[in-house]
């Protein structure tokens, strides 16, 4: 059995977003960073709320929610060691 109640006026979750970022890279990419900012919102998230029993359903599906996120993420290179025959590369990532 369904317990939502359908919901004629649900409409589409909308998402914006933007990202900018830099990599550099130095002594012939041996050591180098990435560094990335981010942002993202979203409005009219689908949920389920919960509504009166009387009704006969326990929830109905509404454009409800908004979410947002950002922060920054990072990258550390280094290649401490190069030759011919054998390549050693140690990274570092974050993020906050």
């Known amino acids: 059995l369904q ?39 979203s409005t009219d998230i689908i949920i389920s709320v919960p509504i009166a029993a009387a009704s006969g359903f326990t929830n109905e599906a509404r454009n409800a929610g908004v979410l947002e996120s950002n922060g920054w993420e990072w990258n550390l290179n280094f290649t401490p060691v190069r030759s011919r025959d054998f390549t050693w590369d140690i990274n570092f990532n974050g993020s906050r």
Do not use: C, H, K, Y
């Open 3 to 41: 317990d939502g109640a359908g919901n004629p006026q649900l409409g589409p979750e909308f998402t914006r977003s933007a990202e900018v970022g830099l990599e550099m890279r130095f002594w012939e990419n041996r050591i180098g960073f990435d560094i990335t900012r981010f942002s993202q919102r």
